[in-house]
Structure formats: C-alpha cells, structure tokens
C-alpha cells in the first residue's frame, strides 16, 4: 500500500475563496505530480516537480500554482476559485528509479 | 507526440473473461501500466510490464503485450461485478533522466450480474 495521502478529500467552496489542496508522501520519492480529472474523462497533467524547489507546468493549462519546499510535500493552490476549477484533483509521486507512479485518493473540489 | 488510446466502455456479464485493449505511439516506452479507478475514488495500480516483455500473469490478470503493434491488452478472467470500474492504460518514457507518463482516456468496464 502506498504512503501518499491528499486532504481535503471533499470540499465545496464559493467563488473567489482561495483553496489549498494538501498532498503528502512518506516514501521520499524525488517526483510529485498533480492531475486533473473531470469525471468520467481522462487525466490531465497539470502540474509535476523533480525534487526541492522544482516546479514545472504540465500538458493542461492551469490556473492553480504549486509548492515544492519539502521533498514529502506538494501543495496546489487556487487563489481565487471559480465554478470552472470544479474537478477532481489527484496527487502521484515516483521514486529516483521509480517507474511505478502511486497516486492518493484524490480531492473532489466544488466551487459554486 | 505521445498518444494512448482506449475504448471508452466495455460491457461483460460475470463470470466472463474482459479484454480491455490499448495502442500507444511512442515505441521508446519503458513501462506501460494499467490502472483501476473505482467511482469517487482514486487511482490503483493493477499490473505493470515492462517493454521488453511479452506477456505478464498475475492471479486473474494476464497483460499482453506487442510492441511491434504498440499494443497492450488487459485479460480479467472470471470477471465479478467488483471488478466494474474504470481502467487506465499508461505508458511512461525516459528522456534525459525524467520520466513523462500519458495516460489514456480510460475504459468504463461493466460488469452485468
């Protein structure tokens, strides 16, 4: 079973509120990815870092921004959220040889 | 560019043997994976094969894979409705030291009792 875990899980927000989805791993592994995923459609990479202080955008345009201070953590965060950044936010990570991609459970964001 | 592609839904009754097919573009991938998302929750990885073999068992699962045809199929043997969910192919490439993974668009398998 593998250690990386996402929170909130559910959240609904109103628009303009600014969000931040936590996402943690305890397997020390260097790369962290964010996917996006409308349901019933398939992933979208969105955001993905190689280690510490390393951030770079993914295939789908994105409005959000993210943080990589600490190898186990990669925070994504919407300023100001709107009905459009309604979708469910999945978190991975790999390790230096890892081609085995884990991924958390996911975050259902509802911004009304 | 990368490009994996699936159907989008396959319907067995239980009991049954599922195929769930994929076709990929990049012949330099490294590994292909398939993965399993039940409704409301996230990704689980199923099996994953590496590019330089052929075919792959695990308990119900058997992976096949041709590379000349940039082929993979997913066999779920005795199928139960626990099984019906959303399934991922993936492939990832090495380039430069980093890996990219594409996924496909996923196919929807029902399982009918």
């Known amino acids: 079973e593998a250690d990386i875990y996402q929170t909130p899980r559910y959240l609904v927000i109103g628009t303009g509120k600014k969000i931040t989805l936590e996402c943690s791993q305890t397997?020390?592994?260097?790369?962290m990815y964010w996917y996006q995923q409308d349901p019933g459609m398939e992933l979208h990479l969105i955001h993905y870092s190689y280690g510490v202080n390393s951030t770079e955008k993914g295939d789908l345009s994105s409005e959000s921004t993210v943080s990589r201070i600490r190898t186990e953590h990669f925070p994504l965060t919407l300023e100001s959220a709107r009905p459009s950044h309604t979708s469910q936010y999945l978190c991975a990570s790999s390790g230096v040889r890892g081609n085995t991609i884990y991924f958390g459970e996911g975050s259902w964001l509802t911004v009304v | 560019g990368e490009d994996v592609e699936q159907s989008l839904f396959l319907s067995v009754r239980e009991g049954d043997s599922s195929v769930i097919n994929c076709t990929y573009t990049?012949?330099?991938?490294?590994?292909l994976y398939w993965y399993k998302q039940e409704p409301g929750a996230g990704l689980q990885l199923l099996t994953y094969?590496?590019?330089?073999?052929d075919m792959k068992q695990d308990q119900r699962l058997t992976v096949l894979l041709n590379k000349k045809d940039k082929h993979l199929s997913l066999r779920i043997a005795d199928t139960q409705t626990g099984d019906s969910a959303i399934y991922f192919c993936?492939?990832?490439?090495?380039?430069?030291?980093?890996?990219?993974?594409?996924f496909g668009t996923g196919t929807k398998l029902q399982v009918i009792p």
């Open positions: 990049d012949s330099s991938s490294t590994y």
């Open positions: 993936a492939e990832t490439i090495s380039s430069g030291g980093y890996q990219k993974v594409t």
């Open positions: 094969i590496f590019s330089n073999m």
């Open positions: 397997m020390g592994h260097d790369k």
